[in-house]
């Protein structure tokens, strides 16, 4: 994705993805909605963009602004009854992903593009170790010609990627602490090297010394496999460190879309985006205010 200038405008948003060949993923005009009892609720309304391959985009923006429904839309998980896809397509390496039967689903999600999903606290299934829960995604995905022990290898290489002991592979998830579960939810989603990562709230639950230490390895490993991404959050801090391309969603419409620099040093922008700016703390000025007030 190739982003120059910033948008001030949701009008421009449509006209302002730069399309390239070369491009991994490419989303046009993709709209989703949601049927329920209670009436339909547009909750993606006609939003594009593209990746390139090793680029990074952050989707920011508040809680129901489409963000995790565009990422469950690209990976084809909506709710079966009640989520659909209206128009739109979804291009990734060649492949137009609506169109694309179940089986193929299958085979990519998890070998060419993996997902992490918000909560590491329930991400994990309790029944299984987790060496044994990062082994099946590449016994599904990517074992073929690899014998049970090149498998195992493999799992013990990706744990020490993320910095979790060898030794505890056969231990259970609710023997690990809340940032130790969200590193081993990242081990499931690159042990097959996807070419697209997709990382939703993926600090979420974490206090904020654990956060810092996901994000700085989330990062690390995306640029030493080479691995594009999508990273969705509400918290403008996480993308500024993190991606080199942010997409601000509203109501379902990407209202501003960037560079990471354009974004966060434009003087002018949509009236969303200088409410989330505004949302920002200010340290200096909070401490001239508690000073004032002794």
């Known amino acids: 994705m190739d982003c120059a200038t910033p948008l001030t405008h949701a009008l421009k948003t449509e006209a302002y993805v730069i399309m390239k060949n070369d491009a991994l993923l490419d989303v046009k005009n993709l709209r989703v909605r949601?049927?329920?009892d209670d009436g339909t609720i547009h909750a993606v309304n006609g939003?594009?963009?593209?990746?390139?391959?090793?680029?990074?985009i952050g989707?920011?923006?508040?809680?129901?602004?489409?963000?995790?429904?565009t990422a469950l839309s690209?990976?084809?998980?909506?709710?079966e009854r009640t989520g659909k896809i209206i128009s739109g397509t979804i291009t990734f390496a060649g492949k137009e992903l609506t169109k694309a039967t179940d089986a193929d689903m299958r085979a990519i999600r998890g070998a060419e593009i993996a997902m992490i999903f918000q909560d590491p606290m329930t991400s994990l299934n309790p029944v299984f170790t987790v060496g044994e829960q990062i082994a099946e995604s590449l016994r599904l995905h990517n074992a073929i010609g690899r014998s049970d022990k090149e498998i195992e290898d493999r799992v013990d290489e990706v744990l020490d990627m993320v910095g979790i002991p060898v030794s505890r592979k056969a231990e259970y998830p609710h023997q690990f602490s809340g940032g130790m579960r969200q590193r081993i939810v990242i081990a499931i989603a690159l042990v097959c090297e996807p070419d697209l990562l997709i990382a939703d709230e993926p600090t979420t639950a974490l206090d904020v010394t654990i956060q810092a230490q996901v994000l700085t390895m989330i990062k690390e490993l995306r640029d030493r496999l080479h691995t594009s991404m999508i990273l969705i959050s509400h918290d403008l801090g996480i993308i500024a460190q993190t991606c080199d391309h942010v997409?601000?969603?509203y109501a379902g419409k990407l209202v501003e879309m960037g560079t990471a620099e354009d974004i966060f040093t434009a003087e002018s922008h949509h009236p969303y985006v200088t409410g989330l700016f505004g949302s920002i703390p200010n340290l200096r000025r909070c401490s001239h205010e508690i000073v004032a007030q002794r």
Do not use: D, N
């Not at 989707?59 to 429904?69: D, F, P, S, W």
């Not at 690209?74 to 709710?79: T, V």
């Open 34 to 36: 949601y049927h329920t």
């Open 47 to 56: 939003i594009s963009f593209s990746l390139t391959k090793g680029s990074s």
């Open 59 to 69: 989707l920011v923006g508040e809680t129901g602004a489409g963000k995790t429904t």
């Open 74 to 79: 690209i990976l084809r998980l909506l709710p």
């Open 247 to 249: 997409a601000v969603m």
